[in-house]
């Protein structure tokens, strides 16, 4: 059932079950994908294996797991992306001008 219709936005197609929870479980590990995705197979004896087969088998688990999938990637992506921070004036008139700056006790 593979369909030769490209899907540009969708960030999930070409990416097989395996490489998510794969990458799930390098990013949060077995403990802690257990607590963010309450299913059996990550809380007890869990392995990559027992998981496809449940995933597999049940579509709202599937779904939570890509769901988690998307926020981890997305999450990877800000803590890439840094903010740009302009430089902070320090002159005496700029804090003076500061309003948070001006009651301060020194």
Not at 16 to 42: K, M, N, P
Not at 89 to 104: H, I, M, P, Q, Y
Request: charged share 30%.
């Amino acid at each position: 059932m593979t369909s030769d219709v490209p899907q540009p936005k969708n960030p999930l197609h070409g990416v097989t079950l395996s490489a998510i929870v794969e990458h799930l479980v390098d990013v949060y590990g077995w403990e802690d994908l257990g607590q963010r995705v309450a299913i059996r197979c990550f809380q007890v004896d869990p392995s990559v294996t027992s998981s496809l087969k449940f995933l597999r088998k049940t579509p709202w688990a599937r779904e939570k797991v890509e769901s988690l999938y998307l926020y981890s990637l997305r999450r990877k992506h800000k803590k890439r992306v840094a903010p740009i921070i302009e430089d902070t004036v320090t002159d005496a008139a700029a804090e003076s001008d500061n309003v948070w700056l001006r009651d301060r006790k020194p």
